[in-house]
Each structure stands twice: as C-alpha cells, then as structure tokens.
Nanobody, 124 residues
Framework: QVHLVESGGGSVQSGGSLRLSCAAS????????MGWFRQAPGKEREGVAG???????IYAESVKGRFTISKDNAKRTLYLQMDSLKPNDTATYYC??????????????????WGQGTQVTVSS
C-alpha cells in the first residue's frame, strides 16, 4: 500500500523560505516520477514542479528560480525548497507519484498516488 505524507508547511512572511518534505512508504522513489502540486481555495490544482526517474526537472513559470525539487532515494523522500515566497504562493501543497515523460509532469493525469497535503500561508 502506497502512502505519501507531506510535512513542512506553515506560515511565513513574504520573502521567506520553507522546505516541504514528502515521505513515501510502499513506493520506490528512486525509480519513479514525482511531483509537487498546489491548490488555492476556489482554484484548480496546478503543477508546481516535477522530477522524472533520471533527475530531469520541470517547473511552473511562476516558481522558476525560487523553488527547487529534489529527492533523497535512501530516505524515500521528496523535497520542495521554496525561497522568496510570495502571498500568491499561499495554497495547500500536495506531492504525487506516477509515470510520464518529464515534460508532462506538471499535469495531474500522470499521477496515481497523492498525499494529503500541507498548508502554506505567505503573508505580505
């Protein structure tokens, strides 16, 4: 049984940083495609960052240069380092696991497994 559990969310001021973690159990992170998504109230879920099994990454234009996706295969953990946070980054952040070419990893459809989400709130 696959479980993805996010942590690291919280409240920060604009310009601050947070690092989200996603611990995977029942799933091999090292040979999987994984991604981070976010959903703000009243909005659709959007892809933030994705990484394929070869380490290729893709980012949403809105977070390029500020967010970094990475993973620790030994710890079976996916990370999202978020710097220079802005109020419009406020959302619930989800990690997901699936399979697709890296250029499709910002779409929802390739992902089979999802975490429960962690809240990120950025105040101005």
């Amino acid at each position: 049984q696959v479980h993805l559990v996010e942590s690291g969310g919280g409240s920060v001021q604009s310009g601050g940083s947070l690092r989200l973690s996603c611990a995977a159990s029942g799933y091999t992170v090292s040979n999987s495609c994984m991604g981070w998504f976010r959903q703000a109230p009243g909005k659709e879920r959007e892809g933030v960052a994705g990484m394929d099994l070869n380490g290729n990454t893709i980012y949403a234009e809105s977070v390029k240069g500020r967010f970094t996706i990475s993973k620790d295969n030994a710890k079976r953990t996916l990370y999202l380092q978020m710097d220079s946070l802005k109020p419009n980054d406020t959302a619930t952040y989800y990690c997901a696991a699936g399979s697709a070419p890296w250029w499709r990893l910002l779409y929802v459809y390739p992902y089979n497994y999802w975490g429960q989400g962690t809240q990120v709130t950025v105040s101005s």
